[in-house]
């Protein structure tokens, strides 16, 4: 899940993200769908989300896309259909949003946290091999701010052990690793459709991606409360499935999506121009292979600033720049994770990195003018 920054009461200038951009392309495709679904009264697993099934399927270049009520439930999903439960670990960046571990505790199973690459902050496939263990039952890469890990890169003894690896896509719809789509990495993977998303709904949804038939049966299964057959529960499940009208607007918006792509990596090149050079910045990198799709431009403010990062994001925030954080604390030293025993200092990259990202308004739709505002405020946010 991805955090979509509010904007503030007084007017601004420049919004982390404008969802209206988006939708005015969309509304009235959005709306005739809606009609439809309602003149026909498909509420619950209407033709619409089998179709969007298919397409997103298709666009992913995996068998089966299962939708279902959210990113989260995704995760778990997918983790359950591989098997993972109590007593089973879960190794997991430490730089992630925390449904990615929330996910693996809802199992019953324990959060395992490797570090991450200083460059690029994906999942660090050498700090892996750290963390694993004779308990560790899968390992959970995140393809963090729009660009796939580097799952080729993962400890061969991982396939050795049976260890399996589900691929959180949450961030990533339509980029590729050395030609190959997010969504098609691992055993099984997840993603989200939060609004915010390069594919985002109009409210929460989801969905799971596999290649493997008996797994997208027994997601199918665990988001119908078990059952394939009304009244007979082959297994405890829970009720977890992608709503008929989120469906109208994802399928809307698919149609869409690598145009919107094309426009978030031509907004990232122009970042990258007029950002070059500034003392005391760190401009994000894109790992050999991959094909960005800017779900989020991160900077970082480096120790070499005269100010921190929460000063130059205060400064930007009272110039009507709506920048934001993704995410101010590493995952392992949430409170709300405190039992697992971490402390300040165990992934050093995460934490370093935490302290010093931030977040600059990147959707389909900004203009040069508003880019060039942002980077002339940054310029002058990171100033004595």
């Known amino acids: 899940m991805t955090t979509v ?5 007084a007017a601004v200038g420049v919004p982390f993200v404008d969802l209206r951009v988006q ?26 989300v089998s179709a969007f099934e298919e397409e997103y399927a298709a666009f992913a270049g995996v068998r089966h896309c299962i939708g279902v009520g959210n990113g989260t439930d995704a995760l778990e999903m997918g983790l359950r259909a591989l098997g993972v439960g109590h ?4 190794v997991v960046p430490a730089a992630t949003f925390i449904a990615t571990a929330e996910a693996v505790l809802r199992t019953g199973a324990r959060p395992v946290f490797a570090d991450v ?5 994906l999942l660090d496939p050498s700090d892996v091999e750290r963390v694993v263990t004779d308990r560790t039952r899968a390992v ?11 799952f080729e890169s993962l400890p061969e003894s991982l396939s050795d052990s049976g260890i399996a690896v589900l691929e959180d896509g949450a961030q990533s719809q ?9 969504g098609s990495f691992g055993r099984i993977a997840a993603t989200s459709f939060y609004p915010g998303k390069n594919l985002g709904a109009y409210g929460d949804a989801g969905a799971v991606l596999t290649d493997d038939d008996g797994l997208a049966e027994q997601v199918r299964l665990l988001g119908a409360h078990g059952s394939a057959v009304k009244y007979v529960h082959t297994t405890v499940g829970f009720n977890s499935r992608l709503d008929t009208l989120q469906a109208v607007v994802l399928r809307a918006k698919l149609r869409r999506l690598p145009g919107w792509n094309v426009l978030r990596r031509e907004a990232a090149a122009r970042y990258d121009s007029l950002l070059d050079g500034i003392p005391g910045l760190r401009l994000p990198v894109t790992a050999a292979g991959n094909e960005h799709v800017w779900h989020l431009y991160v900077v970082r403010v480096t120790e070499a600033a005269p100010v921190d990062r929460d000063e130059v994001l205060r400064r930007l925030q009272s110039e009507g720049i709506g920048a934001g954080v993704h995410y101010p604390v590493p995952v392992h030293l949430t409170p709300a994770l405190s039992r697992l025993g971490h402390r300040p200092g165990d992934l050093p990259v995460s ?3 935490a302290t010093q990202m931030l977040s600059l308004p990147m959707f389909p739709g900004i203009t040069e003018e508003q880019q060039a505002r942002v980077a002339e405020g940054l310029s002058a946010a990171l100033g004595p």
């Open 5 to 9: 920054e509010r904007r503030p009461d």
């Open 23 to 48: 939708h005015s392309e969309v509304a009235a495709e959005v709306l005739d769908g809606f009609a439809e679904v309602l003149g026909a009264g498909d509420f619950i697993g209407g033709g619409a």
């Open 87 to 90: 007593g089973d670990e879960v």
């Open 117 to 121: 690459d200083d460059d690029t902050l």
């Open 140 to 150: 959970v890469p995140v393809d963090l701010h729009g660009q796939v890990a580097p």
């Open 174 to 182: 339509g980029a590729t690793r050395h030609g190959q789509r997010a």
């Open 351 to 353: 934490e370093r990195a």
